[in-house]
Structures are given as structure tokens and as C-alpha cells.
């Protein structure tokens, strides 16, 4: 099974700062990872695919980047609406595809 | 526009069965795997398994397997996630989510969750 690491566990940043969210897989997953976010009592929202490719209806500040088996989602100038939990996951080898223990993004 | 419905908040006393489900709309629901995630109070998400409602060709996760049942009825669109006998620590939300056409893509849609809760 491979193992979704996510870093930190909480990030506090201020609204319209730039926010870092790090996934690192346990071995190679090519560019097959998704991030997600969850705000409080939402169900989970597609918001990256294939690395990074925004899904539909996603604004430009969320983008995302791989290198090697290290993942980034960036989300650029932070409204109050993108503090939430983001959750990587990787769709390459199954089962299962795997999600990471998620970061929760915070006010500051 | 495509919708997965999920049914009701369910109530059960341990070792009762159960079968939640899943109906999705919108889409040609035989060409799109549809997967199980179960997000237990507070905690983060877990990939149970998923189906191709096509062929019913179902993959488990290892930590599910023999624990659950995924099967699908395409003749209604509908896909189940069931229980023979429930335990405490099956208390839970469980979201179904559509993934692609083919094996590799990730959840695009999700439903609403069904929020099962098990106790004496």
C-alpha cells in the first residue's frame, strides 16, 4: 500500500498570504494525485488532478506541483472561504487509493 | 449535471445488517467506476473500495475487504455499500463518488454522505 504523508498537520496563514501544503508519496505514483478540500460539515471538493490540473470551476490560486514523488498544492492570495482541510490522494496503484491524513489551513 | 444521491442517516444496534445506497444522475452511469470513502467522527478520509457499474467488476481496499459489500444495480442507477453484522466502530460517514471512464482518475463527484451510527 502506498502511504500519502502530508505536511504540516495545520498551517496557519493570514487572509491574502500564500498558503504550502506538501504530500509525499511512499514510492512512485507518476503524476496520479488529487487534492481535495473539506470545509467544516462540506463533502469533499475536487480541486487538483493529475498533479496539476485544476478541475472545473476552480479559481487560478489553487495550483499544484510534483517533484519526484513530492507533491505541492499553492493557493495564492487566501480568501476566508479556502480555510479548510485539504487531503492529497493518490489514483495509481490500487488497492487502495490511498489519502493522506489531511492539513488543516487555518487563520492566522 | 451530475448528482449522486446518497439515502438517509441510519440508527443500528451491533451485529444488525445494513445496506446504504447510492444513485447517481446525470451521466451514463455504466461507463463511471463509482468508489466508497468512509470518514469516521473528526478523522480524515479512507478509500473503502469501488465499482464499475458496467460489469460490477469491484475492487476492496485490504482494510475492508471481507468487512463490507459494494455492488451496483444498474438497471436503476444505484449503487450499495452493505453490512452483515455492524459493530461500534463501523459509526461513520460514508460519501460515494464518481472517478473517470477508466480505473486511474480521481473522485470528481461525491455525494452528500450517509451518516451511519451503530450503538446498543
Known amino acids: 500500500e502506498i502511504v500519502m504523508t502530508q505536511s504540516p498537520a495545520t498551517l496557519s496563514v493570514s487572509p491574502g498570504e500564500k498558503a504550502t501544503l506538501s504530500c509525499r508519496a511512499s514510492r512512485s505514483v507518476s503524476y496520479n494525485v488529487a487534492w481535495y478540500q473539506q470545509r467544516p460539515g462540506q463533502t469533499p471538493r475536487l480541486l487538483i488532478y493529475g498533479a496539476s490540473t485544476r478541475a472545473t470551476g476552480i479559481p487560478a490560486r489553487f495550483s499544484g506541483s510534483v517533484s519526484g514523488t513530492e507533491f505541492t498544492l499553492t493557493i495564492r492570495s487566501l480568501q476566508t472561504e479556502d480555510f479548510a482541510v485539504y487531503y492529497c490522494q493518490q489514483y495509481d496503484k490500487w488497492p487502495p487509493y490511498t489519502f493522506g491524513q489531511g492539513t488543516k489551513l487555518e487563520i492566522k | 449535471e451530475v448528482q449522486l444521491v446518497q439515502s438517509g442517516a441510519e440508527v443500528k444496534k451491533p451485529g444488525e445488517s445494513l445496506k446504504i445506497s447510492c444513485k447517481g444522475s446525470g451521466y451514463t452511469f455504466t461507463d463511471y467506476w463509482i468508489g466508497w470513502v468512509r470518514q469516521m467522527p473528526g478523522k480524515g478520509l479512507e478509500w473503502m473500495g469501488i465499482?464499475?457499474?458496467?460489469?460490477?467488476?469491484?475492487t476492496y481496499s485490504p482494510s475492508f475487504q471481507g468487512q463490507v459489500t459494494i455492488s451496483a444495480d444498474k438497471s436503476i442507477n444505484t449503487a450499495y455499500l452493505q453490512w452483515s453484522s455492524l459493530r461500534a466502530s463501523d459509526s461513520a460517514l460514508y460519501y460515494c463518488a464518481r472517478g473517470g471512464s477508466a480505473s486511474t482518475y480521481p473522485f470528481d463527484d461525491w455525494g452528500q454522505g450517509t451518516l451511519v451510527t451503530v450503538s446498543s
Open positions: 465499482i464499475y457499474p458496467g460489469d460490477s467488476d469491484t
